[in-house]
């Protein structure tokens, strides 16, 4: 009975053991899957936090293989590891991930020497590493091969490149220095033409510019070059190759051999043009361009001149071509031309329009009436097409079922222009009833319609509608749910003409922005670059932020280039990280310069500037100018970014002595202001305070008081508008600027005035050579108060330069009883000027200058006013126009000269 009572107590104890065990069997997996400890080592210089954000499971979470690799994919393309290496380790508790890094050594800096004749940007450019980049031996060493290659191309040969790598561990970093030895020059000494019967020798040597260091690249250059010169001279199968290229290393000499095979020369006719030049023609046809007088160019060329007499409104020219093979094999192509009859469209006139005004659909067809500059004929192949786009139009604004009927063609009353009148059935406009939308939750219906252009009770936009889809994904893009996707639907009530249009939207999950993670930041400190970027960790994911980061980085000026790409939007996380790679340009910039006026002569600068200051990517400048007339010492700071806003604000501390014509005086000032650029607006604010001390000038005795040592407080409020194609050198576009200066005499007789201004300038081109500029300014001083005495210094002058040429600098407008200038108050000044291209950045400039100063309205007459006319020569650079002009003027007087010139550096207006 006992061992039968232990026997099944035995057999209890054992069923509860197995059972404790089976329980643990289930149990323990479910632990061992969770994260129990993320370990990171061998981090330098990062915070643990940050890489820690960057993973993407935390203690607690499930863990799997493929987060693991994510996380190693994530930190790897974060670029600042040379190694990770992860293990999950397996333990009562759960999983221990352990991850072990290697930092990367980082390229800290770049320096080259002994690069002349070269800038050390020309190489960097040309190297494949650059600062902020991950070092390697293999890496550097292949820069050497690279600079060597360089130099070769360029016509050194035995260049010597060698470079030095110093290491900085306080940067986790190194720097290198290349240290470059070019050899010896490359140069022409024998050249061999064979063949060449059209053009002498001497041709082919000025071409290969014999004077010029020998390298592959000028000498493909060269014969390209001559290629093209034998085809326009009527040699359109040559063919130039260079047959013998021999390099003697030791004298730095090279033999060229060229062979020649002009092949037959083809002289082109053209027969029955009346209204377009032989030249013109001869640019039109493609047998030269292309090399070939074959058949298909032939009939390729046929047909470039069929297009160009539409163009000029004769579109029933009829064309042939006939070539003719001579006994010596020259070829003779003849294009016989009938023009026809000019069909010269004079007014296009829609009939039934009642919706859409005739200007407007005039505006979308190829049909064109003729204006100034501009006469095409009538071509009815395009009709079809025109019938098309006035359809188009139409669907903008609701009407899909317009029609648009036979075109009647009629001659005008002089028998050679043509009127067209279209007549068109607009028929009936659709409505859009209502939007809907479905499946949103994180915003309301005001809030989407918002991002959307159409409108309920307001014509449909047909045209327009397949776009509204994608207004809404990047609606969402821009606030947080860029996975989220939109089906649009549209249900049409043909009888009431009225459309519901229905959008079904999955938002998908809400996306936040991770990490911040920097590359490249030598010498930048990373708050500076993350306050600048303008989005922030932790802030809504937005597409449209993340691309003005990039720019508003960019536009700090302490990188040469920036690049920001999303971390974890392919995998559709939750968190998507940010990497930002920066290359951080050289910080201290070392520039010098010189400027001449006629007035001025020559005037020297030299500045320092600091591009990225403490690593906070702020400038600072110290600048030095001296000069006969013009002596200056300046600070300033600028901060393209104030406190991450769009707002550029600057500092400025100056002392400087300047001689002018109507006084001479030292000048120790400073100001603050803050400039904010909207597209193409600019808004500006600024206080001045300035010191000013007269050494000697001019005044009258109506105001001796106005040559007086002065401390004046200015505020400046100034808009412009500019939306010029080129600052250097505009061919279209406007501008205009106002601006409003406040005057506030602190010490001296504590004048307040005024200062408005005003500025206009317009640039139209035509026929690509022809730019005409028109300038128009205003500028007018205001006392606040009775009798106030303006200073000398803030009198307005006329003449010179910049203003009406011809005369001396400030040498019109009131003067004292000596004939002296004194200055004024009110000015106006109109400048006009014809620029026309010659060769290259040259231009031939006719103006014409106009204006007056006065100091009272009631003054301003034709005999105040001042004119002059002039002509000059203008050397375009990437920072503006080097002008000669010769001034004469219009209404000389007693004791004026005939004229003046101007030799100086920037615009006039």
């Known amino acids: 009975m006992r061992n039968g009572f232990l026997k099944i107590k035995n057999l209890a104890l054992a069923s509860f053991i197995i059972s404790f065990f089976l329980i643990s069997a289930i149990v323990l997996p479910a632990q061992a899957n969770i994260v129990d400890e993320i370990q990171l080592k061998g981090l330098v210089g990062i915070d643990e936090s940050v890489v820690r954000n960057v993973i993407p499971f935390n203690k607690g979470d499930e863990f799997s293989i493929e987060k693991l690799d994510q996380a190693v994919q994530y930190l790897r393309q974060w670029g600042i590891f040379d190694k990770i290496e992860a293990s999950p380790i397996e333990t009562e508790r759960g999983v221990v991930v352990e991850m072990r890094f290697v930092m990367a050594t980082v390229i800290t800096q770049i320096d080259i020497y002994g690069n002349y004749p070269n800038l050390e940007n020309q190489i960097l450019k040309y190297m494949t590493i650059h600062t902020g980049d991950i070092y390697t031996e293999k890496r550097a060493e292949e820069q050497v091969e690279i600079i060597r290659n360089f130099y070769k191309k360029a016509g050194y040969i035995k260049t010597e490149v060698s470079f030095k790598k110093n290491d900085q561990p306080a940067k986790q970093g190194v720097s290198l220095i290349f240290y470059i030895k070019h050899g010896d020059v490359l140069r022409y000494r024998d050249i061999q033409v064979k063949g060449n019967k059209a053009f002498p020798n001497s041709r082919f040597a000025s071409a290969l510019n014999t004077w010029k260091a020998y390298s592959e690249k000028r000498l493909r250059n060269s014969i390209r070059d001559l290629t093209d010169v034998y085809r326009h001279k009527g040699y359109p199968k040559i063919k130039i190759k260079v047959t013998d290229l021999k390099i003697d290393y030791d004298t730095g000499r090279v033999d060229l051999t060229i062979d020649v095979d002009e092949g037959p020369f083809v002289n082109v006719k053209f027969s029955g043009n009346r209204e377009i030049s032989e030249r013109k023609l001869k640019k039109t046809i493609t047998v030269f361009d292309e090399g070939s007088f074959d058949s298909y160019e032939l009939d390729t060329s046929v047909e470039k001149i069929k297009t160009l007499y539409k163009e000029r409104g004769y579109p029933s020219a009829i064309v042939k071509v006939k070539k003719t093979v001579k006994e010596n094999e ?290 600072t400048l110290f600048k030095l100018t001296g000069g006969r007339d013009l002596s200056r010492v300046e600070l300033g700071w600028l901060d393209p970014r104030f406190l991450g806003s769009s707002f550029e604000m600057s500092v400025n501390a100056w002392l400087q002595h300047a001689n002018r014509p109507a006084f001479n005086y030292i000048q120790a000032a400073g100001s603050a202001g803050f400039f904010r650029r909207y597209r193409s607006f600019g808004f500006l604010f600024r206080y001045e305070l300035d010191r000013n001390y007269f050494i000697e000038g001019n005044t009258t005795a109506a105001d001796q008081e106005s040559l007086r040592n002065n401390t004046i407080s200015k505020i400046t409020l100034s808009a412009s508008y500019d939306n010029r194609d080129s600052f250097a050198n505009p061919k279209k576009g406007f501008f205009t600027l106002g601006q409003v200066d406040i005057f506030n005499e602190i010490k001296g007789n504590q004048a307040n005035f005024a200062k408005f201004t005003w500025n206009g300038e317009n640039d139209q081109s035509f026929w690509k050579i022809f730019t005409i500029t028109t300038g128009l300014r205003f500028s007018r001083i205001q006392g606040i108060g009775n009798r106030v005495s303006v200073p000398t210094n803030e009198l307005l002058f006329l003449g010179g330069d910049d203003t009406v040429r011809g005369y001396g600098e400030d040498s019109l407008g009131p003067v004292n009883a000596q004939g002296k200038p004194v200055g004024g108050r009110i000015r106006w000044i109109w400048n006009e000027e014809l620029r026309i291209r010659v060769w290259n950045q040259f231009y031939w400039v006719f103006f014409v200058d106009v204006g007056s100063l006065t100091n009272y309205f009631s003054d301003v007459t034709w005999y105040n006013t001042r004119k002059s006319t002039g002509f000059g020569l203008r050397y375009i650079t990437p920072v503006g126009p080097i002008r000669v002009d010769y001034g004469i003027k219009l209404d000389r007087r007693t004791g004026e000269s005939f004229g003046s010139t101007h030799l100086t550096f920037g615009f006039v207006f």
């Open 330 to 619: 020259d070829v003779e192509i003849n294009f016989d031309i009938k023009e026809g009859k000019s069909r010269i469209v004079k007014k296009v006139n829609f009939k039934g329009n009642k919706h859409i005004g005739s200007n407007r659909l005039r505006k979308t067809i190829d049909t064109t009436q003729r204006s100034i500059g501009f006469r095409r004929g009538f071509d009815k192949e395009i009709v079809s097409d025109d019938n098309g786009s006035i359809k188009k139009e139409y669907s903008k604004d609701g009407f899909l079922n317009t029609e648009v009927g036979e075109w009647d063609v009629n001659t005008s009353d002089q028998g050679f222009d043509l009127i067209i009148d279209i007549p068109i059935t607009e028929g009936p406009q659709v409505i859009v009833k209502e939007v809907v939308f479905n499946g949103n939750k994180a915003f309301d219906k005001k809030r989407l319609m918002k991002g959307l252009k159409v409108v309920p009770n307001k014509p449909l936009n047909q045209e327009d509608l397949p776009n509204e889809v994608q207004r809404l994904l990047s609606f969402y893009a821009n606030n947080g749910y860029p996975y989220a996707k939109v089906e649009q639907k549209v249900i049409q009530d043909l009888e009431n003409n009225r459309i519901d249009i229905f959008y079904d939207i999955d938002e998908g999950h809400l996306v936040t922005i991770g990490s911040i993670l920097i590359v490249g930041d030598i010498l930048s400190s990373q708050k500076a670059i993350k306050g600048a970027m303008g989005i922030s960790e932790g802030e809504p994911y937005s597409y449209k932020k993340i691309v003005e980061s990039r720019l508003n980085l960019r536009r700090l000026g302490a990188y040469s280039s920036v690049k920001v790409d999303p971390v974890g939007l392919e995998e559709k996380e939750n968190k998507v990280h940010l990497k930002v790679e920066v290359n951080e340009q050289r910080s201290f910039l070392l520039d010098f310069g010189f400027g001449y006026s006629e007035y001025q002569k020559f005037t020297g600068f030299v500045s320092f500037k600091n591009l990225n200051s403490f690593g906070w990517a702020k400038h």
